[in-house]
């Protein structure tokens, strides 16, 4: 069955960075890309972007280019985003997704916890 | 501000429907298939309909989805309090060269 852990909670205060980790099983990671979405608390879905697990091209929402970064290594099947210069907005629980297809987020982690506070 | 338009809260009673919309625009609803999310609390979102009327395996057919123009809806029927959750619409924006996903802000579901 089509797994996704996620690596736990953070703690970051304002201007770090911070690295969420993703580990897939259950399927053929090369055949598929895997999003990153995000709920601040009390928020609706926001997507952060996309990080194919084929060839690691990705696809990062506008307001997040520049600031964000995401890889995928296919020797442990993890895909990994990192986003810095964190401010207090950035506090939420950041999910991954395996995409069926780009209208289509099919399996989802458990979610992370990012608190970003002074 | 979502890209995609829901109404913020529905209820109704056991055993009754309900329906909730999402409603966009050409360049998401209007040329792209639909997913709806059920996110129970505290939970991740779980992928109840993809390709505007489809359901994965396991899903009840007591979920069905719809698709008219730049509008989509979720039509729950038989409502169990197990349903009481958040539902989220979602599909793909073309307006940008490299597109992005979207997602409708979210409709709560109180089963009476």
């Known amino acids: 069955q089509v797994q996704l852990v996620q690596s736990g909670g953070e703690v970051k205060k304002p201007g770090a960075s911070v690295k969420v980790s993703c580990k897939a099983s259950?399927?053929?990671?090369?055949?598929?890309?895997i999003s990153w979405v995000r709920q601040a608390p009390g928020q609706g879905l926001e997507w952060v972007g996309w990080v194919s697990g084929y060839n690691g091209n990705t696809n990062y929402e506008q307001k997040f280019q520049g600031r964000v970064t995401m890889t995928a290594d296919t020797s442990t099947s993890t895909v990994y985003m990192e986003l810095r210069s964190l401010t207090s907005d950035d506090t939420a629980v950041y999910y991954c997704?395996?995409?069926?297809?780009?209208?289509?987020?099919?399996?989802w982690g458990q979610g992370t916890l990012v608190t970003v506070s002074s | 501000q979502s890209v995609l338009t829901q109404p913020p809260s529905v209820s109704a009673a056991p055993g009754q429907k309900v329906t909730i919309s999402c409603s966009g625009s050409s360049s998401n609803v209007g040329s792209n298939n639909v997913a709806w999310y059920q996110q129970l609390p505290g939970t991740a979102p779980k992928l109840l309909i993809y390709d505007n009327d489809k359901r994965p395996s396991g899903i009840p057919d007591r979920f069905s989805g719809s698709k008219s123009g730049t509008s989509a809806t979720l039509v729950i029927t038989g409502l169990q309090t197990g349903d009481e959750a958040d539902y989220y619409c979602g599909t793909w924006d073309s307006s940008l060269s490299a597109g992005f996903a979207v997602f409708g802000g979210g409709t709560q579901l109180t089963v009476l």
């Open positions: 997704a395996r995409d069926k297809n780009a209208q289509v987020r099919e399996y």
């Open positions: 259950g399927y053929t990671f090369t055949n598929y890309g």
